[in-house]
């Protein structure tokens, strides 16, 4: 079912995770970011967190808590103001290997079209494919992109290019995946077909995947674990380990009552008063 850590300290006492070696590990993490002329903004306080080498984890607050900001920290974007964060045992300075990132806002390059903004991934990954053309292809037809290989982003809807930038990622084949609220501009329907996607995905070949959203259904569904974020400075409130067998069923779920339950344990962490 699933484990809840009392509020008390929760930024010391991480939840085991899933995996014996873990990927990200974060302890003590306290970043403020500089203001001119003002004290600096304290967004994210005593941060402790650990991800298995196959673990799937989903991060869910408030807006403007600091779960972006976590994220950048973790792809070495930024450098805390207190405490570490490792990957793989080795304190991240500047961009660790391996790390993938998906940003809450598209980042694909203008000029490259929905084929090349893909093959960008393959390239950055290092691993020389037989036939490039055959994964972008595939990656296309998965993401629904069909038609629109030769097409510039600014000719694409929002949620077409959070899928793009969603088959980047999946080209670049990272160890560790961040992901910044990536469904968060889809409708319904493609949100759960991408959704069965990326668990199909994990499910044939694990990783460590941190996962924005501020949708806890999705989160719930997604993840082996769910960290619950305080409003700014985001702290850690609750976690809860997610032990509904897999493959999970995006409908069948959700009438599951473990599933209910768990959810309404987030929405009550959600609004207790953290300060
Ligand atoms: N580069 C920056 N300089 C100064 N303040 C920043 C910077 N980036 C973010 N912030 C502030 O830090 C806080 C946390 O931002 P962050 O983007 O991490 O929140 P979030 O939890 O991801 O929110 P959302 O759910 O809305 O995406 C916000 O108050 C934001 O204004
Ligand atoms: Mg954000």
Known sequence: MSVQ????????????????????????????????????????ENCSLSVGREEFVAIVGPSGCGKSTVLRAISGLLRPTRGKVLIHGNEVVGHPA???FMFQRDTLLPWCSVEEN???????????????????????????LNGFEKSYPSALSGGMRQRVSLGRLLAYHPDVMLMDEPFGALDSLTKAVLGRELLRIWEAERRSIVFVTHDIEEAVYLADRVVVFSPRPGR????????????????????????????EQIWDDLKLPTH
């Open 236 to 263: 850690i409130v609750a976690q809860h380990r997610i032990d509904i067998p897999r493959p999970r069923e995006a409908r069948a779920i959700r009438s599951d009552p473990r599933f209910t339950h768990i959810c």
């Open 5 to 44: 850590i009392p509020a008390a300290s929760p930024g010391e006492m991480a939840v085991p995770s899933a995996a014996a070696a873990d990927s990200i590990a974060l302890h003590g993490v306290d970043i403020a970011y500089e203001r001119e002329g003002q004290e600096p903004l304290l967004v994210v």
């Open 98 to 100: 391996g790390v993938g």
């Open 118 to 144: 893909i093959a960008i991934g393959l390239e950055l990954s290092g691993n020389p494919q037989k036939d490039p053309q055959a994964t972008i292809r595939d990656l296309v037809q998965l993401l629904g």
